[in-house]
């Protein structure tokens, strides 16, 4: 391809160092579609033959045939994509296929080819994204009113709904969501034509192959367009943030569903067994999601380090691009998948959440708000009493609602027998309705919203 210029061909080591082909043939389908809308541009502005744009149409055409069936070709000597599809045609087409390069490098093209696949992968993001968040309002419809523990610092501290906490990761993967939609129409240029770096000579159409290529408009400036990562970047960003909540989901599955908790049992479906421990039933899948936000934050960390040093224009740093997105990808929509079955599929086990949730001395906050409600006592003071009373409840043995009104009374006079409605883990959450509490007739209307905003994203 530059043969004119050179003496003597590559040496071993450069012929393999600078290979890409066998990664980035993933792009085979947008290598061809580009091909397809520049070589229609060029036609459309006179600047090859109608006759030659056909031919050269027509063998792409049958290399996509040819891909779909065998899949493309690995030849290093053929460097990336590009060559590859580009070295296919000529044997089609024979010289004619050399006009397809007109107006255009590698450069413009491989950007315009990855962001293409880019897109495709922030849109199947947003569905894999879609189908967790259907499943956490479902059950979180369900478990509107199944008590659990809340936690602070993995310590029970006040009851809440099982369906108030699945719509907290509602609420995250909603905003993951919403980064990806951003990243969407941000992306929506197309760099085709930029050419290497300058732009060029050759009176171009760009709207036309942006918009064959279904963007709103080319990119405002070759340099940048030329040399912007920034969409695979967004990508990257936006699946290590949904990644982290997919683990923050998967690590909880994995606690609750350990025997001490016992608070829920996986679908078969995504467990495994024990090769030695025939009871065992692990929870591989939820580890894996948790593992995979590791890769993908080493994903996003690789492609800031490729690129937060390299001058204008192109540099062939950026062929390193493509793993770390192909990567994070196929491990985001995995995990993705993992968790919308875990979601919907998972057996809760309520009246064991329900047990743990009266064990703790859940209600204590309840108790203290009660004395300064009941007996306004200053909150500082009622906390004191309430410990008091906690301490006392250990000592026997008993939950907070065990305690006679003698004992509570030993504490504080000022405690009566209506304190024992506030004590239950039921008065509790049902308390808790200010907006965006835990009462299940708050969560109810939160499952109700999620709905339709579900429906209008
Ligand atoms: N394989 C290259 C890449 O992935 C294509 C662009 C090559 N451009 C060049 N000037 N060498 O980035």
């Keep these: 391809m530059w043969g004119g210029r050179f003496a003597e061909g590559p040496s071993a080591i450069m012929r393999e160092i600078n290979a890409s082909i066998p990664f980035d043939k993933a792009l085979w389908r947008e290598d061809i579609a580009g091909s397809r809308a520049h070589v229609a541009m060029l036609a459309k502005q006179g600047i090859v033959s109608e006759a030659d744009a056909k031919a050269i149409d027509e063998g792409l055409h049958q290399i996509a045939a040819e891909y779909e069936r065998d899949g493309v070709p690995v030849d290093w000597d053929l460097e990336d994509i590009h060559m590859t599809v580009e070295s296919r045609l000529t044997e089609i087409v024979g010289p004619v296929a050399g006009r397809l390069h007109t107006a255009r490098s590698r450069n413009d093209q491989v950007a315009t080819d990855f962001r293409i696949w ?8 947003v569905a894999g994204i879609d189908a967790v968040l259907s499943a956490l309002i479902e059950r979180a419809d369900e478990h509107a009113a199944s008590i659990m523990p809340g936690f602070t610092h993995l310590q029970t501290a006040q009851p809440v709904t099982l369906g108030h906490h699945l719509l907290a990761y509602f609420e995250m993967l909603a905003r993951d969501r919403s980064r990806f939609a951003d990243a969407l129409a941000r992306m929506d240029e197309c760099p085709l034509g930029s050419a290497a770096l300058a732009g060029t000579g050759f009176d171009l159409d760009r709207k036309m192959t942006a918009q064959a290529l279904g963007f709103a ?60 421990m025939p009871q065992k039933r692990n929870p591989d899948a939820a580890e894996l999601v948790r593992g995979h936000a590791g890769r993908i934050i080493g994903c996003v960390t690789s492609l800031m380090v490729t690129m937060k040093g390299l001058p204008l224009a192109y540099s062939k740093d950026m062929q390193d691009d493509k793993p770390p997105v192909f990567e994070a990808a196929s491990l985001l929509d995995l995990s993705l998948a993992a968790m919308a079955g875990m979601v919907a599929d998972s057996g809760f086990d309520t009246a064991r959440m329900r047990k743990a949730a009266e064990a703790g001395h859940a209600t204590a906050t309840d108790l203290a708000d009660w004395l300064v409600r009941q007996a306004d006592i200053p909150f500082r003071e009622a906390h004191h009493i309430t410990g008091a009373a906690v301490k006392l409840a250990d000592e026997k043995g008993v939950a907070l609602d065990g305690l006679s009104i003698g004992d509570l009374k030993g504490i504080d006079e000022r405690i009566d027998e209506r304190v024992f409605e506030a004590l239950s883990v039921d008065a509790s959450v049902a308390a808790r309705s200010s907006y965006g509490g835990t009462a299940p007739v708050r969560v109810r209307e939160q499952v109700e919203a999620a709905r339709k905003r579900l429906e209008e994203f």
């Excluded at 880019?118 to 993001?125: E, G």
């Design 118 to 125: 880019a897109r495709s992968a922030m849109r199947r993001a």
């Design 217 to 276: 408009r080319p990119t405002r400036n070759s340099l940048d367009a030329v040399s912007d990562r920034d969409f695979a970047l967004d990508y990257l960003m936006a699946a290590s943030q949904c990644s982290l909540h997919l683990s923050r989901l998967a690590e909880e599955f994995i606690i609750w569903a350990s025997q001490p908790f016992g608070f829920v049992k996986l679908p078969d479906a995504l467990s495994t067994g024990s090769s030695i």
